[in-house]
């Protein structure tokens, strides 16, 4: 199929390209990105008038839990291990795999409607998250969140492997989800590690996120630094790092030796108390940070433009520095940064011919945004996530004129709240 979007203002994350263009088009063919100019004249499937519209690379969230969207606002007065050991774990335990589909596609039409087009998932019933993301057409990379202590627990392993021989589908990729060092012994993390050198596959792992954390670690794998931990044993893999926020400036210093991304979900940290990450010091260090949104249980929304936002405030106002993360550099870390994390910025992330068109539109016509001084910072500060108009994704139309048709919107509701009914009796 072909698609024209015609004289579109381009935001293209491309480094070679201007950072903004007016009246582009855009042409592509079978998924993919084949011409980027002024007046493109081609017979086409389907044109798409983008006049004085955003056109730019669908947002990339690097960590979330997506099937954890009935949960959303159950976190309030709760520390992080007390809102998973008393809220959420033994609600957990009473879901089923029709649950977990249902509250998938919740957070799919959540992601689609606010301009996501890849999430970084970790969670559990995994093939039924895939099957929710296949069915609302969401680029999802995914895991058997990996955990345990026991030599039983190495069945996990044997699972996410079984669903990587399983998917094979062009939206669908894989890591290695470590739930986190303090949630398993050394032996088997080991062991995890060792499956990721063999598939040749990223690790994404919780690390850091709160204080206690910090000290589980310390105790557990007898360093004096959690970052020890990275340095000695997944020196050898891609790491996806959660949260990071309690490291100190020698452990950024540490971290920038090793292969880390770090997923920054400001959000969820500041609701669960945990505070915030240094992240200016991690660009000053090289470090590539991308954005999570965590899930809603403790991130409470899916969009992206809110966590944009609270990321830019937060480093300029814990800094005092208003000079510091411009705008641009926000934008950066929601696309082309998400994309290096999780190992796919050969075929998304950006606007360039030859990648795979996971392309968003954006209407910039509101109240909020007029007039325009300065359009990377309207779409941080002021745009929402409603103002997203069209998502494509795999080269498909997955939304147009903010109307999703391949998912029943009301049924998925009625039936994520039958779940919650269930679970919290």
Wanted: glycine fraction near 4%; aromatic fraction near 6%; charge should be negative.
């Amino acid at each position: 199929m072909k698609i024209l979007i015609k004289n579109c203002n381009l935001i293209s994350m491309e480094e070679k390209r201007e950072k903004l263009e007016e009246n582009i088009d855009i042409l592509i063919e079978d998924k993919k990105i084949v011409k980027i100019r002024k007046d493109i004249e081609e017979k086409v499937d389907k044109t798409i008038n983008a006049t004085n519209k955003i056109i730019m690379p669908g947002f990339i969230n690097t960590h979330s839990h997506i099937s954890m969207s009935i949960f959303r606002e159950t976190v309030d007065g709760y520390k992080t291990q007390a809102w998973l050991k008393e809220e959420i774990w033994p609600r957990e335990e009473k879901l089923q795999e029709e649950d977990i589909y249902y509250a998938t596609l919740l957070s799919c039409i959540e992601m689609i409607k606010t301009g996501t087009t890849t999430v970084n998932d970790m969670y559990f019933m995994t093939e039924k998250i895939i099957e929710a993301a296949l069915k609302a057409g969401i680029r999802l990379q995914t895991t058997r969140t990996l955990m345990g202590y026991e030599e039983k627990d190495e069945q996990r392993i044997k699972e996410l492997d079984d669903l990587i021989k399983k998917y094979k589908q062009d939206t669908i990729s894989f890591n290695v989800g470590i739930h986190g060092l303090y949630t398993s012994n050394e032996n088997y993390v080991k062991k995890c590690i060792k499956y990721a050198e063999e598939k040749k596959l990223p690790i994404h792992m919780h690390f850091c996120e709160n204080e206690q954390e910090r000290k589980d670690i310390k105790r557990e794998y007898n360093v004096k630094s959690p970052i020890e931990v990275i340095k000695r044993d997944f020196n050898k893999t891609h790491n996806i790092l959660a949260h990071s926020v309690k490291l100190d400036n020698q452990d950024i210093k540490e971290l920038k030796k090793t292969n880390s991304y770090v997923s920054h979900c400001p959000i969820s940290n500041l609701k669960l108390g945990c505070g915030v990450a240094k992240i200016k010091e991690m660009l000053e260090n090289n470090i590539c940070v991308s954005l999570g949104t965590d899930g809603q249980g403790s991130g409470s929304n899916l969009d992206m433009f809110e966590t944009m936002k609270f990321t830019a405030l937060l480093q300029k106002g814990i800094n005092e520095s208003p000079e510091d993360l411009p705008a641009y550099e926000v934008l950066k870390m929601a696309t082309i940064n998400g994309a290096r994390a999780l190992s796919l910025d050969k075929i998304i992330g950006s606007i360039e011919e030859g990648k795979i068109a996971d392309i968003i539109m954006i209407n910039l016509d509101g109240i909020l945004t007029q007039p325009i001084n300065n359009v990377f910072a309207e779409i941080v500060y002021n745009v929402k996530g409603s103002e997203v108009e069209m998502t494509m994704i795999n080269g498909k139309i997955v939304m147009e004129n903010k109307e999703i048709k391949q998912i029943d919107e009301n049924t998925v509701i009625e039936k994520c709240n039958k779940v919650i009914q269930k679970i919290s009796k």
